[in-house]
């Protein structure tokens, strides 16, 4: 890891937690002893719970800041003077459907947060070497499959909508930018941790006590990325970003963080049943969807051909293994708490 402080933002979610323990795996157990607050720095906003940081909160320094203050986040960012910067913080779980309203709250949601962000890291006399962010496949929406890096987007989802228009503005802005930015667009995480509102962890949760649940779409594909391979991949960015040119670095704004593959979430509950030791159909399989029609299989696909090719970096947990890990870590706090 770099000298001096690596700032994160989006610290107390679902990947950001992980990112944070490895950053802080990198710095050492007596880091944080070192009379400066260590050099793992994250911002979460005030209301945000720290139950995912427990485990690790007196080795890193916690700021409250709402990304929308920009004041605030101006004297943050002049007194840590990061060396780089991972800004992960975003909101994912918008309403699906479009709507004027939703497109008005896009910029206050995802733009101005991050241009708040960079403005104050652009002005520091010494800019961090790299600033690393989470986008999402969400961006591409209606884009031809599998997604690639140079296609134009057709974002369908409010979450997707903004995500993009940021990924826009910022490449808008590199230009003017004394450090590369780089978009890592991730494919559908999953992984120990994970909020039980997501798919994945309600299937396992569900099959592990034994109580019915309805998948209400198994014919659809996604392409789906175990958490470590996302930190890897984060990692990895931030380490090329930084001992790349700045005019080199800026010609790859964004990139694929995905497998290349889509099972079907039938085949996906299949595999959890297995590894639950529930029987083959346990999980239901709804063939129409909630108005009663016959649902149309929707499938969410990524490239990876350029973060192969540009960055050398490949996805290395398959879904097997990803989910036995799951699964494991699963079981495993059933047991605490049982």
Known sequence: MPEGVTLLTGAGGFIGAHLVRRLLDESGPNDAARGDGGRVHVIVRPSTELGRLSPFAERLTIHRIDL???????????????????????????PPHPDFSAARGAGAIYLQ????????????????EAVVRAGTIAEYGHAPL????????VPSTPYGAGMLATTEAIAMLAPRLPFPVVTARLALCYGPGQAASFLIPALIQACIDRQPMVIRRPADRRDLLHVDDAVDALL????????TSNDSAR???????????????DEVARRIEALTGCPEGFLARAALSDDGKAAAPATLLSSPDLAAERLGWRYRIDLDEGLARTVADEQLMCTKAG
Do not use: S, W
């Open 251 to 265: 010609k790859l704004d964004c990139v694929n963080v995905c497998t290349g593959l889509a099972p079907t979430m």
């Open 113 to 128: 947060p991050a241009l708040n962000l960079l403005e104050p890291l652009a002005e520091l006399a010494e800019p961090p």
């Open 236 to 243: 990895h960015i931030a380490r090329l970003a930084a001992k």
């Open 68 to 94: 929308a203050d920009r004041l605030e986040i101006q004297r943050c960012i002049r007194a840590l003077r990061p060396r780089r910067v991972f800004h992960l913080a975003a909101e994912t779980r918008l």
């Open 146 to 153: 599998p997604y690639r890096e140079q296609d134009r987007a």
